[in-house]
């Protein structure tokens, strides 16, 4: 089943990798060079994956993975993409909400088989319940008196 990807990175030959490689997995793609577009495009646009740099001009990835975990519409799951693989980094990126990390240069394989792992584990709760029926009125209690 394809899946709404949104990639937010501020280099475009990383914007176009992504595309390329999950566009041929038939999945639907869109970017943003930054945290502030990508932040406006999530609140207007669904998406099933976020593809997160860490190192971006003005706002941070992590910044961005803040600003989205204190929303509840902005619960998408995100996969960090940066070439910061230091360990504090990468606790500090899971610690804020992440869901993955896959450190810079990565393979069109190994891409695929991150994204397809954590689309296969999304949460089944991140879709609200169907709305309760409310009970049908009742009748109040009556007294008789002889």
Same mark, same amino acid.
């Given at each position: ?6 990639v937010?990175? @501020?280099?475009?030959?990383i %914007? @176009?990798?992504v595309?390329?490689? &999950?566009?041929q997995s038939?999945? %639907?793609?869109? #970017?943003a060079p930054?945290?502030?577009i990508?932040?406006?495009?999530l609140?207007? #646009?669904?998406?099933? &994956?976020?593809?997160? @740099? ?25 996969m960090?993409?940066?070439a910061r693989?230091?360990i @504090?980094?990468?606790?500090?990126a899971?610690?804020?909400g ?5 450190v810079?240069?990565f393979?069109a #394989? ?6 397809? +792992?954590?689309? +296969?584990?999304e ?5 609200p319940?169907?709305? +309760? %029926? !409310?009970?049908p009125?009742r009748q !109040?209690?009556?007294f008789e008196?002889?």
């Open positions: 089943m394809p899946h709404a990807v949104l937010i990175d @501020d280099d475009p030959l %914007r @176009d990798f595309d390329l490689v &999950l566009s038939g999945h %639907r793609v869109s #970017a930054n945290g502030t990508g932040l406006e495009t609140s207007h #646009a669904r998406a099933d &994956l976020v593809l997160l @740099d860490i190192q971006m001009p003005g706002m941070s990835g992590l910044e961005v993975l803040r600003l989205m975990r204190k929303h509840r519409r902005l619960r998408t799951p995100v960090m993409i940066t693989g230091d @504090d980094t990468v606790k500090l899971l610690n804020e992440a869901n993955g990390y896959i810079k240069p393979t #394989a190994d891409l695929s088989k991150r994204v397809n +792992a954590l689309l +296969a584990h949460p089944k709760a991140a879709t319940p169907p709305a +309760a %029926r !409310p009970a009125p !109040p209690d009556t008196i002889d």
